[in-house]
């Protein structure tokens, strides 16, 4: 009776259920008759038709047949699609793209300092990592069917916009929370100042300045210094100390 008061998915989820606790074949056997897979559990046994169908390379991308046949092929079964169409070796290859995103979560998380930021790359990275994973089981017959996409992959505007979003965060901890990406080049002590570039402060300066009249440098012209603080200062000091070597 609770279950009645319900809404109508309820009903829904509980005959999912039911049908993958059930020890009973989905498909039957009949001798002399044509076996139908037409029944509750269409979705699951064209899952399991692809997955056979795969082996170890697949039938190579684009030669597929299940995805004719299949409910959602392009969404929450789209894993089993993947199998038929790259094997056993590309099923592998996208579930370890997953398990590289969670592990580069992560190493984010660890190098926040703050909590929030950890826990909010943690939350946002576990919601894509575990939707992807109940996806791929939903496609191997592990767990019943939970209608979730693939997160990145599968077709669909909203879950594609909600993954997007994820991803933007984790980025966004990662260079403002977590500080990776921002190791600014710092020029090392003695490096030679580039050309147009500014000379190290205190420099002595005038060692190329040439008396116009004999074409020699003046010798307190090099001994003094730049004025760190007001550049006109060094210019006064120059004109002075050359109007008495003059003198």
């Known amino acids: 009776k609770v279950i009645d008061l319900?809404?109508?998915?309820?009903?829904?989820?509980?005959?999912?259920?039911?049908?993958?606790?059930?020890?009973?074949?989905a498909v039957k056997f009949e001798p002399g008759r044509a076996v139908s897979i037409d029944g509750d559990d269409y979705q699951v046994v064209h899952a399991k038709i692809a997955l056979a169908r795969g082996g170890l390379f697949g039938k190579f991308?684009?030669?597929?047949q299940q995805r004719d046949f299949l409910p959602q092929a392009y969404s929450d079964f789209i894993y089993a699609i993947i199998i038929e169409e790259m094997g056993i070796v590309g099923g592998i290859f996208v579930l370890l793209l997953y398990i590289i995103l969670l592990v580069r979560v992560?190493?984010?998380?660890?190098?926040?300092?703050?909590l929030f930021p950890k826990?909010?790359?943690?939350?946002?990275?576990?919601?894509?990592?575990?939707?992807?994973?109940?996806?791929?089981?939903?496609?191997?017959?592990?767990?019943?069917?939970?209608?979730?996409?693939?997160p990145l992959v599968s077709r669909g505007g909203t879950s594609t916009v909600i993954s997007c979003a994820y991803i933007g965060i984790i980025l966004s901890v990662s260079r403002f929370g977590a500080n990776m990406g921002n190791e600014e080049e710092t020029?090392?002590?003695g490096e030679a100042v580039a050309e147009g570039g500014t000379p190290p402060e205190g420099e002595l300066i005038a060692d190329a300045t040439l008396d116009t009249t004999s074409d020699k440098p003046f010798e307190a012209a090099a001994e003094a210094p730049v004025s760190k603080e007001n550049p006109l200062e060094a210019v006064r000091t120059i004109e002075e100390t050359t109007t008495e070597t003059r003198i």
């Open 106 to 114: 992560g190493m984010i998380a660890r190098r926040c300092d703050k």
């Open 187 to 189: 020029p090392e002590e």
């Open 61 to 64: 991308p684009g030669h597929g």
């Open 6 to 25: 319900m809404p109508d998915r309820v009903h829904t989820w509980k005959a999912r259920i039911e049908r993958f606790s059930d020890p009973t074949d």
């Open 119 to 150: 826990y909010l790359v943690l939350g946002c990275g576990l919601l894509v990592v575990v939707q992807a994973l109940t996806n791929m089981a939903v496609a191997v017959d592990l767990i019943p069917v939970t209608g979730q996409p693939l």
